[in-house]
């Protein structure tokens, strides 16, 4: 090899070396085998040197002997050489990474408790946190399972002087209106009407089902298949009294009729009627209502009930055209609803004309308050995890403390720095994956738990609204809320690592193994340590803001419960009974309810029975137009909007509602006896507030009471909705306004709930063929309204006692390490005289000290903070002083006992061993 | 004869098993051992001597011949004697079947 050949290719190599770069891997490959070569050639030259050759035949000799030319042979070895580098460098890396996972696991098997402190932290912060996410992303990330979910919209039509009754302006549609919208609205390219029903299978299993009135549009928009059969005809479901068919749905195929191959064509049972199945829908689909089992025509209705424009109980869902924008969608919606309310004039209406509103699907698949509930317990779970990410960041810093001397001398030994620093990482990254895979369990526990509760049926959102697409109970532990996890364990485990890596790897040998630690060790000391308190008072900060925060839901829970409901519904059990139509006439109702009654009433144990026709707080009661005077007379001035409920004689003393004025219903009042009705405190309030409503003429739209109607008594009030007052009601008997729905009430003296099985056997002994179900104790009906609140304070609490024992534990840990490192002071003060309380109050004041920033750090957070949550607070302000003083005091409290065994320690320093040893 | 495919490298593994030596030496080895009947080609050799350094059959360190100069010595590595053993005893198999099929005269 000639000097020539070696600076051709070496030039690059000569600067890399002029500037003392180390060479990169192919070119030292390529030189070494170079190198190699020119040996190998000397060395036959020389061989042949040896057997008696001159030197210049030799060279000649071994060149012919090389095959090809030198620059084919050195580039082949180039090659060859280049390959072996690369991969032998791979494998080595590879060999270094697992080398440090060993050792990190090693490391961290070896001090068992810190690392299942970290371990247990992470997985409880992380696996809390990817619950509330997974129910974040099913319930409002996730686009809504239909083609093109962004162009749905949901219609509804809009009361101005609603929101009193049922808490929201929005009312379902009737069928002439939607036929009238239809007809003059031009923004939607598509719309379907459905209806949510409770149908009963008759036949040989009586069976209660849920199920949907729909259109032939429905299954088409929501892009819905059919497995078996087909969709509703358009032409033949569009006059009323369409045929009788029925689309079911795969869980009741298979659960009901065994996935019968031939049920298409073959005939069931609904309601006393005939129906012909004509489809079984693909599996997965429940309707727009969540729980629809069957499908009939909407239009199975009579042309006069299809065209009582009064009877608003159907939805609307419409497809945007795809040139129209949502905000034109929405105009047009307004617009088209004047024109259906000029059609149909409300001549009852007092706060203004109805009118119709249109809103994204997407907006509307969970109730707007469980949605804020939902983003703020992601917040709070998220201040949780940074709690839990802090106290692991100490932990981490102590370690890196305590390893400083480890690392200082291995960097005195030859380690790079780069090489320490990876290793580091590895223990945290380690450290982080096994946080990671225990927080998987934790999240599915979570998930699992979330999933059972369901506000969102608590909260009576089916009323007009009707959409329950998206319920609790589709929330899975799914691959995004993996990703999470895994992405939130990598985050916390290179963030909380990397920074105590640097601060390791950066000590010098000598400054570390210097004992009484001068200068510079002492300031990296101290450093670290007034990281390791600033940690410890932004946690007890947090913690205290989510105190404030659950204080604040707790104590508007407990004002929600001690609200006087106006009944008592302890030791009592509730069932349900529908009398299917067409199976018994509206006058032999009276006999059989009296026999219901009175037979239940004979029951062991009973003290009362008695139904009425909706439960209270229930949230679904009719209304009715109500007006002073002998004869109802539609006259807007003078007609007012009253609850309305049909009960039982002896259904106010079943509910124990006291009597206030006059009597209650008796069996004398019966359908050919005077009409009487009775109202509650609040309508007396307000209809006759100087005088007495005894002995008064009212009229009613419904219950045929529209006239000649007398009021006899007047009640307690009853709550229909917790978080508001109570608003005027009439009641009317069952003798007189029979009605085919009841709820029977039955008071026990005590165990309720063993009845259950006596209710239903004696209901059945006289109406063998009807449905008694939905069997509750009346506590559990009550508890269902306030579910939302409930599970707000309860995870909501649950998130602040984890935060504050974590910054408690934080805080003994720091406390704990200030003793440590001050043990040479505390010996030099014991020495001199200072006894024991002295010393322990040293370490009490700075305990109090870290918490009284904390304090206040917290206090300003909380008060910025909690504002968010007053549309959820009930009879309390956020900023109630009673609840800030509390918290305050608890959290100094804890975060003092945390002080307190470092104090007791620090007090059996012995100050002669403290001296020597420092 | 020129060396058999594939079986070059057995024979550098067990040149190697005799002691540790360079590219050189281990062809001056082969050819002598096999008195002349097999011929190596010198770019082969070494690519063989790349490819089982990085199979981690052989390991490499510089040194310094006997007459100064400066070459790659390879030596044998434990997974290396196991490789030579193993391909010996396939490569003996192989040619005794060969040997039993060639040598069957006619009867």
Redesign the interface.
Known sequence: MSGADRSTRGVRAGVRRLLRLPLTTTARARR??D???E??L???V??LVDRGMSPEDARAETMR????SPEV?RS??HR??E??ER??QLSERLDDVWQDVRYAARGLVRRPGFTITIALTLAVGIGATTSIFSAVNTLILRPLPFPRPNELMKLTLVVPDQPAFRGTDQMAWSYPKYVKFRDVQPAFSDLTLYSAVAITITGDDVERVRGESIDSHYLPILGVTIQRGRNFDAAEVAQPDAPRQVIISDALWKRRYNADPSIVGKTIEIDAEAFRVIGVLSPGFNGLSGSAELFVPITIASAQQLASSGSHSYSLLGRRKANVTVAQAQAATVLAGGQVSAAFPDRMATAGQWSAKAQPLDDARVAPIVERSLWILFCAVGLVLLVACLNIAGLLLGRASARGREMAVRLALGARRGRLVRLLITESLLLALIGAAASVFVALLGTRLLSAVNPTAALGVRGPEGLVVVSFDTIRFDGAALAFTLGAALVVGLIFGVVPAFFATRSSLAAVLKDDGRDGSRRRGLARMTARRGLVVIEIALALVLLVGSGLMIRSLANLLSVDLGFDGKNVITARLSVPPGTTTSDSLPAMYREITARLGALPGVTSASMTDCAPLAGRCSISTFILGDVLIPDPARLTPVGIHRVTPDWFSTMRVPLRQGRMFTEGDRINTPKVVIVNETAARRYWPNSSPIGQRVALGQGGMDSGTTVIGVVGDIRQRVDSLPIPEVYISYNQAPRSAALVFVRTENNPSSLGAAVRRTIHEIAPRYPVYDIQLMSSRTAVATTQARFSAVLLGLFAAVALSLAVIGTYGVMALTVEQRTREIGIRMALGADQSTVQRMVVVEGARLTIAGAILGLGGALMLTRVLSFLLFGVTPFDPATYATIVAIVSASALAASWIPARRATRVNPTDALRNG | MAVLKGTLDVLVLKALSWSPM????IL?WIEERSTGRVVV???AL??SL??M??RGHVESEWGV?K?S????YYKLTAAGRAQLRAETARLLDDADALITVLETKRT
């Open positions: 070494d085998a190198d190699e070569l040996g190998y000397d060395a036959r020389q061989w002997r090389l095959g090809s042979v082949q070895l060859s050489a390959q072996r991969r032998m | 360079h590219g050189f030496e001056t080609e010198d770019a070494l690519q790349h490819r350094e990085e011949t007459n100069r400066r070459a790659r």
